[in-house]
């Protein structure tokens, strides 16, 4: 009789190996202190990089005469802010008043050029402005898909209307009803979502308030974080 073989184990060095590629990247003092992950603080830099230039830009003294920790990063020449912010993918709005308080935060004595810390501060504002705007403009937008563009609120027939166009729900001479015989119970005989489901729906987002009320903007909103989508 043939000895039986003993599973492998995996190697230390294979687990090594495992370990270090689930390993987040570290997070520098920098990114750390404006709120940013290593991804956007990296982003920052290529962007940073694409247009700046060593300290000193015209030669003479060397970086220890500039007082900034990240001088090793270079220089960048408030001409050229604008354009690293639009390969960042944040173009600054055409107000100058704008323009003019970014320059003021980069370049507060004139000198005519940006360093890379400050850089990355206003970059850090500029990308959670962004994403809070954003995040606000994607909320209102999948309410709009329920209120199919109305103001709302989302009511029991815009429900059923998104059933129907999602295969849950039958709808009925274009109303936004649920076919017949799907009003009474939770599903119908097809195995669509019925009134009583969607009516429950409501009341559970609106803190059952009542269903002739339906569902809010602010109603909806707190729904999508209780589901973790924000």
Do not use: W
């Not at 055409?94 to 370049?107: K, M």
């Not at 850089?119 to 199919?148: D, G, H, M, N, Y």
């Not at 429950?200 to 609106?206: C, F, K, T, V, Y």
């Amino acid at each position: 009789m043939a000895p039986k073989r003993r599973p492998q184990r995996p190697s230390h060095t294979a687990e090594a190996r495992t370990a270090t590629s689930n390993k987040k990247p570290r997070l520098s003092k920098l990114a750390q202190a404006n709120d940013l992950s290593a991804e956007e603080e990296a982003e920052i830099r290529e962007a940073f990089q694409l247009f700046a230039q060593p300290f000193p830009p015209d030669g003479g003294a060397g970086e220890e005469d500039l007082d900034d920790e990240y001088a090793q990063e270079g220089i960048l020449a408030t001409k050229d802010v604008r354009r690293a912010f639009i390969a960042l993918g944040l173009p600054p709005s055409s107000s100058a008043s704008e323009h003019s308080a970014i320059l003021s935060a980069l370049d507060p004595t004139g000198t005519g050029y940006a360093t890379y810390g400050p850089f990355v501060a206003v970059c850090a504002l500029k990308l959670q402005a962004r994403t809070s705007t954003t995040q606000q403009e994607e909320i209102e937008a999948a309410f709009r898909l329920f209120t199919a563009g109305g103001p709302g609120p989302i009511t029991v027939a815009h429900l059923a209307r998104v059933a129907a166009e999602l295969g849950l729900a039958e709808a009925e001479g274009g109303g936004g009803r649920p076919a017949k015989g799907r009003a009474s119970g939770g599903k119908g005989a097809g195995g669509g979502v019925g009134e009583e489901v969607l009516r429950d729906m409501i009341l559970e987002a609106n803190g059952g308030a009542g269903v002739k009320l339906g569902v809010g903007l602010r109603d909806f909103e707190d729904v999508m974080r209780r589901a973790g989508a924000l």
